[in-house]
């Protein structure tokens, strides 16, 4: 249990970490879909909402630990292409349904909607790394 723990948090902290990278990343690249942020479907930035974006990195390192513990078999291969497989699985089993969902109930572009399909894998990636490397 202990073990698990740890690498959720670790997981964690580490897409955290890389989440906040790739925002500033984007503001700085991709100016014009930062300001489709101002679009009002998205809510105003409060104190009220704006832990759950801090939260957000440790809730989906527990889903995707649960994720991993029941399917690491299924994976096989290097640390790295095992972290790659369980990205490319979410990606497509969780987070492809939900934005064509998005993008057709909500006013916002393709571009954005793909760049939160990198977004998620990118961040699937970095905590099947760390389940792949811990559990080694």
């Known amino acids: 249990m202990k073990k698990n723990i740890t690498a959720i948090l670790l997981a964690g902290f580490l ?4 989440s906040m990278g790739m925002l500033y ?3 700085f690249f991709f100016p014009n879909l930062m300001e489709e ?14 832990w759950l974006f801090y939260a957000h990195p440790f809730v989906l390192s527990a889903a995707l630990k649960w994720f991993w513990e029941r399917y690491k078999d299924l994976f096989t291969g290097s640390a790295w292409l ?5 990205a490319i ?3 497509v089993v969780a987070m492809l349904p939900v934005l064509w969902l998005t993008f057709s109930a909500i006013d916002i572009s393709l571009f954005m909607i793909s760049t939160w399909l990198v977004y998620g894998i990118i961040q699937a990636f970095i905590a099947g790394t760390v389940f792949a490397k811990l559990s080694t």
């Not at 897409?15 to 890389?18: E, G, M």
């Not at 942020?37 to 704006?50: C, H, K, M, W």
């Not at 095992?82 to 369980?86: D, G, N, P, Y």
Request: aromatic share 18%; glycine share 4%.
């Open 37 to 50: 942020y101002y679009n009002a479907v998205f809510r105003a930035s409060s104190f009220e909402t704006d």
């Open 82 to 86: 095992r972290a790659l497989e369980v």
């Open 15 to 18: 897409v955290l970490i890389v």
């Open 89 to 91: 699985v979410y990606g």
């Open 25 to 27: 990343i984007a503001i």
